[in-house]
């Protein structure tokens, strides 16, 4: 880039002639400048480029020449960007990246550069930095050594020839420190060993006459030693304070003799003020054309050096940066150890006890948990296994994690393959408790026989759990074949429910093919549910797989690892990146990420992943010391036992004759069938261990089969002893210098950065790392498309499966019939009756109604009472008695003299004022005369101080706005119109209204206009419902009683109230500290333009200061729990608006639900801004200690809002019992009644408000100019309702218009009489109706009758629902079709024996026809 710009500036060059006008271009990142003339007029002056500028010596200065030749033509050029350039050459991390860069170069007339290295006198260049560097500053409470009688900090030099900058405020602005820096060492006063001394500040008398924003003042509190003094000096330099005498103050200044400062005396230079410090570095750099290293030979940093800019001074020519790097403070040894003390950092030592015994319970808690897990990955055995079966499957069932998933109603399934079928079987443990939500359970199923290629399974359940346990939500079924290592995946992801999806218990379930495993949503659902309960490390700690080798307390035992090793990484970066943007910061639209954000990021991955990364993959990867028992192994000897006879040996006896030929002769079929099939399985089928000794199926061929599969990478199980060290050395490292940076930083910065840090862990643990669960599990899922196996590290740990020659089932059957063919065949498959499952599916959806509404009763009882603890939190009953002692004190109601409701002309208001305003607004002598000493501030009740002052503000209309009719001319000078905004007077004037002068500056400060704004004011609605603005002319009522009273009389004498005056505000706030309540008041006289004086008031006591009280920490959690309440209403609203759309708004109580959200959002905001309002008037008072302008008129102005929205959300919340009435019979009633009538009382309420306001409007011309209750069409309308009422004023109407009786007799008729009972005649019909026609009746309250026999029987004050009907079990169906089945053989062997008889009766009479 450097090129370009030298070819561009040396083209421009070219083309001038010596003396023109310097060529500048400006871009939004370069600046280039290029001029050409003499010599002497090139050089010795300074010239601003851009953001930056620079001081060029004269040409002899630069060439080190004293005779040189002035008059030679020389071309400058210097370009400016504002970015640093060479950013990846050496030392280019010393730059800094807000830096500019300066670019400077001469060149002779013939273009040839001339070289500028050894300058007598130094350029002086000025490199601004793009935005200012964050330099944090520290609150330090020194700990001064008895020893040095110094306090010491210390500060990391880590950069090369660079220059420091120390600044250092005392927090008591009349003390004065000496500062002593020690380059290598400590400073020591008795050796007099120090490298420099300064005062802080510099100049104790002039600092105490400067802001503390000034530049000046923050120069004389700052130690700056340029790079020369510090002399490359790199690692720990030490500033040591002590605090000045008063002999000393301004005494000792730099380049004073060292013999001159005392040595360390006892009680000498005790310091007794705390100071904020900052430290920083800066340096100035170069580099040569084609360089490739930043340097800053023969370049010195000035002392004009701030976050804003770097001063330099170089002795040659070339491009310059300049670095301003922030240093944080690193870790002080000594300041640690002597601040290691619990009552120095509570905050620290809590928090890492709190962490301590969280891990010591989670780890007990994870222990148990483990030892539990084991019972988990054991196989259980079908209870209807047949001893006489030996080909095993291993069924696995995956239960959803929905919610309610699990169930306790038993579960029958069948298996149909390619060769056979199983029966019914069902899935049992009487061990532990199985099917349950988000659980795995395996089983063991045995079948005479393999199945061949597994093709359907159909499972349904019984639905006898009770309540939400007879649902179920089943994921898929895993069949593996034990024998062949098989795996038949049978994916469903269904409800096996009555109340959910399409209401089935019952379904057929196709075995999954190659499609089926890699479809989205199988995937998808199956690597989340993966990653959440074992990827997630902090999730995993309780949903972590029974059969995964890494364990809880591994996982436990890591999240403690990896919390320390974050905190300490944390810790390590804490505000050392700027936050300010920079240059090269790569934006993402409103986002930007800036390379040290990005380095420290970096930074921190380095140091935490690797050994948190190492430590989970030991864990992991290292095989158990010893294999557990295999799960199929143990789940076959819980059923087999050891005998010296096989059951080929057992001859069956069987009892009947004719059934023995039957059933020999199906055997005999069977047999040969099953033959068959072993000699086709033979061929085709792989041994197995469970195979029968002798046959070629033997378990050798298995087990070479198994050693030729590939194994994964393992590592042995002392792997995990070399883990544990690793974990417990990382826990012990982190742990122990998280607690010196926590001492470094003190208690209220280790605050700060532990509440940021357990802000940013909670985000991490439950936004990031699940978003980044689900990222990957929807990129595995759509790129990989590839299933996971599962189980397969449970098979790695545990032993092969091996059945012995001698082993048998457990428990023969005692019944020898059972054996053989003999035996009779189990139950088929018998759908669930249609019957049974509507009545519970009905029985189930009212329950769920039942719990909906305890839930939704119990939920909206809570939230109504934290509303009230709330609005109720905001009133105080003392609010009415505080606002009117103050009203009577200001008004003084019945005063013959100074009653403001009197005051009706303009000496009667300023009598009022002088009288009754001005004494009440001051505490007067007491009634014996004596002074109110200790009231100053106090109004006239002594218990209400005054916050700032009162105020008089007057709002005018401008003269010459009014146009006179023509004929009243020559009679009136002038008129004025009405106020209104437009109108309003905005002039500033002199004394007495006098046209302002501003040579003689003839106004004073109640003559000039004020906006709202300036007065922190707001629109105000009068009794003439006229809107006033809230700027204007005010008079300050300040100073002494007798003073104020003298200022109203001048203000009276000069005629601040004439005929342009259209209103007058005396506005003032009071607070009272015995209720805790602040009086807004605004008392209010209009002037007409009709003339006259109509006077009104208003006193708000209201209470703006909640959080001080002993139930402070009560009333916030309720407050919080209102706003908890809110998201979850905006939650779930949201969604149902989602669903439904528009229909969403055609029911009423969603629409109350809305304005509820609505109110309590707008009341919330409305809060938090009165908050802090209320804030900033308090801290405005405290610190002027109440004698600045305060207004508190706005605040009660939206506290009067905050008030409406309150009430309207009580009022929403209390009209919503009204809904949980619904399932009271009565009510239930009423609402279907409204409900029909709606109709015909909208067509009702049409005709009504029409005849109605026909009344009205004639009421209104007629009478509104003569009566109050009629002179505007709203005080009409509302007269006109008290008519129909029975409340009116007839007479005065009648004295009105002769007219008036006629009308008023027929708006009584057809309002009162006929339009009101027709509307009761629709409402009574609609009430027959509904109660006679049922259909019409809302069914809701069946709800209630079904919750009240639900109680009795839980109570047990009523019958049990024994004489309900039971769905039938499965050993039910069982046994009624087994007896039916053995029924309908017998009576099929009788028809076949009468079938045979009678065949051969046929036959014989035929073969005897023929032989006669």
Known sequence: MT???????????????????????????????????????????????????????????????????????????????????????????????????????????????????????????????????????????????????????????????????????????????????????????????????????????LASQLNETSDEFKQLHQVFLDNNKVNNTKGKLYIGIRQCELSEVDKFIYGVNDNDIPKNQVGWGVITSNFSITTSTSGCYFIEDGGNQWSSNGCTVGPKTDIRQVQCFCTHLTSFAGGFIVVPNKIDWNYVFSNADFLSNPTLYVTEMTIALVYIVAAILARRKDRKDIAQIGVTPLPDNDPNDKYMYEVIVFTGMRKNAGTDSKVSFILSGDFDETDVRFLSDDRRKILKRGETDSFLMAVSRPLGQLQYARIWHDNSGKGKFASWYLKYILIKDIQTKEKFYFICNRWFAVEEDDGQVDRLIPVAGDEQMVEFAHLFSQKTAKNLSDEHLWFSVIARPPQSRFTRLQRVSCCLM???????????????????????????????????????????????????????????????????????????????????????????????????????????????????????????????????????????????????????????????????????????????????????????????????????????????????????????????????????????????????????????????????????????????????LDQARERRLKELKMYDVLREITFYAFFLWVLMVISYSHRDPNAYWTKLSLENHITNPGDLWVDLRKATSYDKFWNWTLTGLVPGLRANNWYNGDYPFGQ???????????????????????????????????????????????????????????????????????????????????????????????????????????????????????????????????????????????????????????????????????????????????????????????????FKEAKKLWKERMAYFNVFWNCIEALLIIFSIGGTVIFFYRLVATSELTTRFRESHGNKYMKFQNIAYWNEILTYFIGMVVFLASLKFLRLLRFNRRMSLLASTLRYAAKSLTYFFVVFFIVFFAFVQFFYLVLFTQLKDWANFIYSAESSLQIILGKFDFRSMRLISPLIPIIFFIFVITNTFILVNMFLTIVIESFVIVKADLEKQSNEYEIVDFMVKKFKVWTGLG??????????????????????????????????????????????????????
């Open 3 to 205: 090129t370009v710009i030298d070819k561009i500036a040396s083209l421009i060059a070219n083309s001038l002639l010596p003396g023109e006008e310097p060529v500048t271009i400006i871009t939004r990142k370069l600046v280039l400048h290029v001029a050409k003339d003499t010599a002497e007029n090139s050089t010795g002056k300074t010239i601003q480029i851009g953001n930056s500028d620079f001081t060029i010596p004269s040409i002899c200065e630069l060439e080190n020449n004293p005779n040189c030749d002035t008059k030679k033509v020389i071309s400058l050029k210097a370009a400016v960007t504002s970015f640093p350039l060479y950013t990846t050459v050496q030392g280019a991390g010393n730059v800094s990246p807000q830096s500019s860069t300066v670019r400077i170069d001469l060149s002779n007339e013939k273009g040839e550069r001339m070289s500028i290295t050894d300058s007598s006198t130094p350029i002086e260049i000025t490199i601004k930095q793009n935005s200012a560097t964050n330099v944090k500053s520290y609150y330090i409470s020194p700990q001064q050594r008895s020893s040095s009688g110094l306090a010491f900090q210390s500060l990391d030099i880590t950069k090369d020839n660079v220059a420091i900058h120390i600044g250092l405020v005392p927090e008591n602005r009349s003390v004065q420190f000496m500062v002593f820096i020690g380059l290598s060492e400590f400073p020591n006063l008795d050796n007099k060993s120090w490298d420099y001394v300064q005062l802080i500040p510099a100049n104790m008398s």
């Open 936 to 1130: 100053r501030g106090f109004v006239m009740d002594r218990v209400n101080r005054i916050m700032g002052f009162a105020t008089l503000r007057q709002l005018r209309v401008s003269s010459g706005k009014c146009v006179l009719e023509d004929i009243m001319k020559n009679v009136i000078n002038e008129c004025n119109i009405e106020y209104s905004a437009l109108a309003e007077d905005t002039k500033t004037y002199g004394t007495g209204w006098t046209p302002y002068n501003e040579t003689l500056a003839n106004t004073a400060y109640h003559y000039q206009w004020r906006s709202a704004s300036d007065l922190e004011g707001n629109f105000f609605l009068g009794p003439m419902n006229i809107l006033y603005g809230g700027g204007g002319y005010v008079f300050q009522m300040r100073g002494s009683l007798s003073k104020l009273e003298e200022d109203t009389r001048q203000l009276m004498s000069e005629g601040w109230i004439d005929k342009y005056t259209r209103a007058v505000f005396a506005e003032f706030t009071v607070y009272n500290p015995n209720v805790n309540m602040f009086t807004v008041s605004t008392v209010l006289v209009e002037f007409p333009e009709v003339g006259g004086i109509l006077p009104s008031w208003r006193f708000e006591s209201i209470k703006l200061l909640n959080h001080h009280a002993n139930a402070l920490v009560f009333q916030i959690v309720c407050e919080v729990m209102f706003l908890l309440f809110i998201v979850f209403f905006i």
């Open 562 to 836: 990896l919390l320390y090793l974050t905190m300490l990484t944390s810790a390590m970066f804490y505000e050392k990146v700027p936050s300010t943007d920079s240059p090269n910061a790569i934006k993402f639209g409103p986002f930007y990420v800036t390379p040290e954000q990005i380095t420290v990021g970096v930074m921190c991955n380095l140091l935490v992943f690797p050994i948190s990364f190492a430590v989970v993959t030991l864990f992991r990867k290292s095989k158990p010391k010893n294999k557990r028992p295999s799960r199929i192994q143990a789940a076959i000897r819980r059923n087999v036992i050891k005998e010296d006879v096989s059951l080929s040996q057992v001859n069956p006896q069987i009892g009947s004759a004719d059934f023995k030929d039957s059933s020999s002769r199906a055997e005999s079929s069977m047999s040969s069938l099953y033959k068959g099939l072993d000699n086709l399985t033979v061929s085709t089928r792989t041994a197995t261990p469970c195979s029968k000794p002798g046959t070629p199926h033997s378990a050798i061929s298995q087990m070479s089969r198994d050693k030729s599969k590939k194994s994964k990478c393992q590592m042995p199980w002392w792997f995990t002893i070399i883990a544990w060290l690793l974990l417990w050395i990382s826990v012990g490292v982190s742990a122990f210098f998280v607690t010196l940076y926590g001492i470094q930083f003190g208690d209220t910065k280790a605050q700060k950065w532990i509440t940021s840090m357990i802000i940013s862990f909670f985000m991490s643990v439950f936004i990031t790392q699940p978003i980044k669960v689900f990222l990957m599990a929807i990129i595995f899922s759509l790129i990989f498309r590839k299933a996971d196996d599962e189980g397969e590290e449970a098979t790695e740990d545990e032993d092969e499966c091996e059945l012995y020659i001698d082993e048998e089932w457990l428990h023969p059957p005692t019944d020898a019939v059972s054996y053989g063919a003999a035996k009779p065949r189990k139950i088929a498959y018998r759908p669930p009756d249609a019957t049974v």
């Open 1359 to 1412: 019958s049990t629902e024994k004489d309900e009907k039971a769905p039938p079990t499965p050993e039910y169906l069982n046994n009624e079709l087994s007896v039916k089945s053995d029924e309908d053989y017998r009576g099929f062997s009788d028809r076949m024996e009468k079938l045979l008889l009678s065949i051969s009766k046929v036959l014989l009479k035929n073969v005897m026809a023929v032989l006669t």
